[in-house]
């Protein structure tokens, strides 16, 4: 746990009063209580890890559930309005901003999207269902993914139209 705390703050760049970086340490700490033994002791940090996440949850405006996979160098770039499903998987290097849902697309559903590495996804983006992000793929500010995004490119607009992604 410790040394994933470590990575997650050198990937915030240090900045310890991050707002997501206090979620991710909430984040580590609940997939941590997972693998104690002693029933007792995972059922005290069970109720500890809930008050933690609520509390986060309540101040940052964030729902990181500590059931979602995720990869290192994760960033929350800002905070609030912020909603990740449980049934979620994050690559490495991802980046999501203010406003970002990754959730179901119905409820009685329940396959979230799962997102490569290297994956930008913009402020007030929604990812619903099932669907699969490729690496090195940028989502546009608002837009709706719906459908699977491949390697290298880009998704914008409502619905989300994909384009190869250029170098600028």
Known sequence: ???NIRADLRAYQGRWGAQGFWVMVVYRFGRWRY???NTLARKLFSL????LYKSVQII??????????????????HFGGIIISGFAKFGDNC???????????????????VIGNNVD?????KLLGPIHIGNNVLVGANS????DVPDDSIAVGVPAIVKPRREL
């Open 144 to 147: 709706v993914v719906i459908t």
């Open 48 to 51: 500890i890890y809930r008050m």
């Open 1 to 3: 746990m410790f040394d």
């Open 121 to 125: 996804i913009g402020s007030g983006a």
């Open 60 to 77: 940052t405006g964030i729902e990181l559930p500590c059931e979602v996979d995720v990869g290192k160098n994760f960033i929350i770039d």
């Open 95 to 113: 980046r999501i901003r203010d406003g970002v849902v990754v959730g179901l697309r119905h409820v009685e559903d329940k396959r979230a999207p």
């Open 35 to 37: 693998g104690l033994r």
